[in-house]
């Protein structure tokens, strides 16, 4: 409902949907190499096994899912122990989720909420006729489906998008947190989507983005849009659309000009 006023303008915010500086200079940002972190980090990791008592690591873990399986013990304490041996976090993780399992958010979208508070007089009728004509052309309604990639778990704007399309007439699915790459693009093809949304707020536009086209190419589905919203800065915008993205909707842009956008590229490529 919120976003449904900013977009439509009925709630102001200076320098979003009001007032807005006619040329934005760029904000320098420091660029880190993904790939170089996470070698890095997987060398130290086989160094520290390579290094420590296999045996006690292995009898640590295990003492700590038995005490986890039989309510027994102090979890806390048994895992610190475990960690002093040189176990790793993830391990002490895996070794705890044999018994309780792992959370597994749930992506839910509410609908007629962003279309309740949205002013007409924006397009926004407009555009559900457009989308409905789709419809009527191609005999399904034009689907999409939003995704989070990696270890980015801010959802919050990729279910207002999600929200918003649905209430456009887009069919619209929702990914879960935390999928890979190859798991999104397997979901994307098995919903046989026209369009997969990435929402991106955690800078891993560069690694997770260009991994997300090779995938669905290298999956036979490259015929799939792929658009990007989220937090970009403005210098990554060139190497996105190099890579293979078709739209790029950053802070500030209004659902529906993007909603526009993304059925225009969905009626482009299926001519």
């Known amino acids: ?19 807005k500086l006619q040329e934005e200079s760029l904000v320098d940002v420091l660029v880190i190499d993904n790939d170089m972190v996470r070698n890095n980090q997987i060398a130290r990791l086989k160094d520290i096994k390579a290094k420590r008592n296999q045996s006690q690591v292995d009898n640590a873990l295990a003492d700590l899912t038995a005490a986890a399986e039989n309510n027994t013990g102090n979890l806390l304490d048994l895992a610190v122990k475990a960690i002093r041996l040189r176990a790793t ?8 989720e044999k018994v309780y399992g792992r959370h597994r958010a749930d992506t839910q979208k509410v609908t007629g909420v962003y279309a309740a508070a949205y002013d007409s007089a924006e397009g926004w009728e407009k555009l559900k006729v457009e989308i409905a004509e789709f419809a009527k052309e191609h005999g399904r309604r034009p689907r999409v489906m939003i995704a989070k990639l990696g270890q980015d778990g801010h959802d919050r704007g990729a279910k207002v998008v999600a929200t918003a399309y649905a ?15 190859e798991e999104c693009a397997r979901q994307a093809i098995e919903n046989d989507v026209h369009a997969l949304g990435i929402s ?7 690694t997770l983005v260009p991994a997300i086209v090779a995938e669905l190419k290298k999956q036979g589905a490259d015929d799939i849009i792929v658009f990007v919203g989220g937090v970009i800065p403005r210098q990554d915008y060139e190497f996105l659309y190099e890579a293979g993205v078709k739209g790029i909707y950053g802070p500030g842009t209004p659902i529906p000009a993007s ?10 490529n299926l001519r």
């Not at 976090?89 to 705890?96: F, N, T």
């Not at 209430?167 to 790459?181: A, I, N, S, Y």
């Not at 991106?200 to 560069?206: E, F, I, M, V, W």
């Open 1 to 19: 409902q919120k976003q449904a006023k900013i977009d439509s303008g009925s709630d102001v915010i200076v320098g979003v949907n009001k007032y």
């Open 259 to 268: 909603a526009k956008d993304v059925l225009e590229q969905i009626r482009n």
């Open 167 to 181: 209430d456009l007439g887009f069919d619209v699915d929702m990914g879960p947190l935390f999928q890979t790459p």
């Open 89 to 96: 976090v993830g391990e002490v993780s895996d070794a705890l």
């Open 200 to 206: 991106t707020l955690a800078a891993g536009h560069k």
